[in-house]
């Protein structure tokens, strides 16, 4: 199993960016995903979940805010981010099922003028 | 949304000794309580899942217990490579929450 995350960076406040984890090892199409942050020195929050037939569910602190999708073709989940604000700055993790059996290195968002 | 205290925030102990470390939740979620183990600069890594099984390929020395509301990681002879932030979490309910975290150091 291999998860990798892409598309991070230095984002200004009100602005979006979208990031990508890249799945291989597994039948992606029949996992449910989940998407986790973990801000500098900070502990983990869960961001949001997709399930293997596309239902979603969100933290309230990015409901309206943040997109989860998957394409089970390119073996590929995204999150959406819109409206970012300073407090969303944080390393970004996808991980693989219920029980978040496997992660991906993560990957860096700084939302910052 | 149901809360997860993580007891203690901070570990010192010796090479052989048993370490435990607490979670409790602020209501019933059965045995859907995770165990994560964080090492500086990388991802967490599953240890125990539903309260009490351990992930294939985690050492013997790490065990899970409880139910309900209040749960334990047990390593029951420390090692060296055991330094690490360890996280519990529930997925009974959504949100999903995780405990703020147990740093483990040696003495």
């Known amino acids: 199993v291999q998860l990798v995350e892409s598309g991070g960076g230095l984002v200004q406040p009100g602005k979006s960016l979208k990031l990508s984890c890249s799945a291989s090892?597994?039948?992606?199409?029949?996992?449910?995903m989940h998407w986790i942050r973990q801000a500098p020195g900070k502990g983990l929050d869960w961001v949001a979940y997709i399930s293997s037939s596309s239902g979603t569910v969100y933290a309230d602190a990015v409901k309206g805010r943040f997109t989860i999708s998957r394409d089970n073709a390119k073996n590929t989940l995204y999150l959406q981010l819109n409206s970012l604000k300073s407090e969303d700055t944080a390393i970004y993790y996808c991980?693989?099922?219920?029980?978040?059996?496997?992660w991906g290195q993560g990957v860096m968002v700084t939302v910052s003028s | 949304d149901i809360q997860m205290t993580q007891s203690p925030s901070f570990l010192s102990a010796s090479v052989g000794d048993r370490v435990t470390i607490n979670c409790k939740a602020s209501?019933?979620?059965?045995?859907?309580l995770n165990w994560y183990q964080q090492k500086l600069g990388e991802a967490p890594k599953l240890l125990i899942y539903n309260a009490n099984s351990l992930q294939t390929g985690i050492p013997s020395r790490f065990s899970g217990s409880g139910s309900g509301t209040d749960f334990t990681l047990t390593i029951s002879s420390l090692q060296p490579e055991d330094v690490a932030t360890y996280f519990c979490?529930?997925?009974?309910?959504?949100?999903?929450?995780f405990g703020a975290g147990t740093k483990l150091e040696l003495k």
């Open positions: 979490l529930q997925h009974n309910s959504w949100p999903y929450t």
């Open positions: 090892g597994f039948t992606f199409s029949s996992y449910g």
């Open positions: 209501q019933n979620i059965n045995r859907y």
């Open positions: 991980a693989r099922g219920f029980g978040f059996s496997d």
